[in-house]
Every structure is written in structure tokens, then in C-alpha cells.
């Protein structure tokens, strides 16, 4: 998990995994269900908190998402989320990592990986 968390609070190598994830799930038919399941998920979850997504994408076995906080309370809305919605997906997800992270610019965002296939109770990231 530290080489997880290591890709997850660095800027741009997470921006490249959320696109590669996206790309998986726009073009690869075995995960493009995936994609759009959790997707509509995360939207439809998100956004009675008044949270949105800004890069998001689903390969065949893990999801990876950003969630920007802009709001002064959006950190709290976030934690509400996870706190209800968020152990609520279609889903069982065996591995979900989550983490803060700060531009330094100071944009906030919450960054979310995880996985949804049951075999996949690990994630390890180059």
C-alpha cells in the first residue's frame, strides 16, 4: 500500500493514472461496464453532497477518482459521504484508499482508488 499511497500524493502521477484509468474504461470493452456503473455511482452519490468529480476512470479491476474540495465545508460533505454513501456502492470494493491531497497552488482534493474486483485485495502502484 505505501507504493498506492506514494502514486496517490503525487500530482502528476496521479493525474496520468486517472487518465489511463479513463482511457481503460472508454475503450476496453470488458471494462467499460465498470466504468459507467461506479461512474453514475459516484455521480449520482457525489452530488447529494454536493460534491462532483473532476477526472475519473475504471479499468477491468480498479477505479480511481478526484474529487475536488472547494467549498469550505466540502472536506466535511466529503467525509459525510463516505460516511453513508460511500460504503454503499454497487458493488463490494475490497480495497478502498483515500487520501487528501493539496496543490501548490492550494487546491484540495480528495483522491480515491480502489478496487472492485474480489480478488484484488491489494493495490500496488509503479
Known amino acids: 500500500m505505501s507504493d498506492t499511497f506514494g502514486m496517490i500524493n503525487d500530482g502528476q502521477a496521479w493525474k496520468d493514472a486517472v487518465r489511463a484509468f479513463e482511457n481503460e ?13 461506479f461512474g453514475d455511482w459516484l455521480r449520482t452519490s457525489l452530488g447529494r453532497h454536493g460534491l462532483e468529480i473532476s477526472g475519473f ?12 474540495i472547494v467549498a469550505p465545508d466540502a472536506a466535511q460533505r466529503y467525509a459525510a459521504w463516505y460516511g453513508t454513501d460511500g460504503n454503499e456502492p454497487p458493488m463490494p470494493l475490497p480495497v478502498f484508499a ?12 480528495m483522491r480515491i482508488l480502489f478496487s472492485t474486483d474480489p480478488d484484488v485485495t491489494v493495490v500496488n502502484a509503479p
Not at 25 to 37: I, K, S, W, Y
Not at 98 to 109: I, K, L, R, V
Open 25 to 37: 474504461g472508454l475503450t476496453d470493452p470488458d471494462a467499460r461496464d465498470l466504468h459507467q456503473l
Open 57 to 68: 476512470g475504471c479499468g477491468r479491476s480498479l477505479c480511481a477518482a478526484t474529487i475536488p
Open 98 to 109: 483515500q487520501m487528501a491531497f493539496t496543490w501548490p497552488n492550494g487546491a484540495s482534493e
